[in-house]
């Protein structure tokens, strides 16, 4: 019997839920403008590419951990400990000490990532604890070694540009987050790597008794999400010029939202970066409009997380229906 259901020209990674933030993107700016026009303007829009950019570094990276049916909730003091780290050697004013300014903070980062992954595959703690132990202890860290002040340092020239440069009128940090998302769409896409680890999502003992190294999966990922939370530290650095206490602390619930609202399954096994871009966008524009319209900080953490609720039932309710 030939079925008569036409094939799909979409590619698969293109499916409603992660094709919902790019509409709602779409629908918060016409809205908007009706009261506040400038929304639809060139020079606002290219500030809010700018400011998702550094949103979407650490979706990116969150990404590849939820798909596991995992979560890193030390985002916010991987970020902050990157920052202090880069800005510390940036404002050293050893040209050494600057060049590496920046690999040092992502080095930081991939050194956190390891210490999650080490503590998830090998000691069996739920990631949700051990990433949570983990953050609170990068926060002592950073008040021991700066006495709970502002830490000393400034961003090196590199980093401002990163963060805040334009190259042909597009802002660089909107680049440098396109690159990093298109690299691990591919990554996921076109290596075993990707493809283990969301089935490690679906199914983690399976893949385990297939013969596949699920640890080293696990490991990998989580060294990835450290590596982009740490460069989102150096570009928000960049971005305000020095590094701060608590940078970090707005950008978790925010990140996972991105992934969440990008159609990602909380529980893993499902979703990508095209869905997280569209997430990360989202929220940003969100977050601004809401800035122009003056509601407060209190409402617009009730509203993120409204959102997140109405994603995950969005989501219970579509695999329901096609289970």
Known sequence: MISARTPSVLPTWITIETMLPYVGTVLLLLCASFAFPQVLSLDYLGQQLQIAAFLGVLAAGATLVILLGHIDLSVPWTLNGAAIVATAMAGSGNPVLVGLAIPAALLFGAAV???NGLGVTFLRIPSMVWTLAINSMLLGLAVLNTGGFNPKGE?????????????GGMPV???VWMLVATGLAALMMRTQFGRYLRSIGFNEKAVYLSGVSTRSVVIG???IAGVCSALGGVMLAGYADQAYQSMGDPFLLPTIAAVVIGGTSILGGRGGLFGSVGGALFITILNSILSVAQISDAWRSIIFGVIILAMLLFQTVRKGGAS
Not at 159 to 166: K, N
């Open 113 to 115: 990532g390891a210490v």
């Open 155 to 167: 961003s090196s020239d590199l980093m401002s540009w990163l963060a805040s440069g334009t190259l």
């Open 173 to 175: 940090a909107f680049m």
């Open 221 to 223: 990922a989580f060294v």
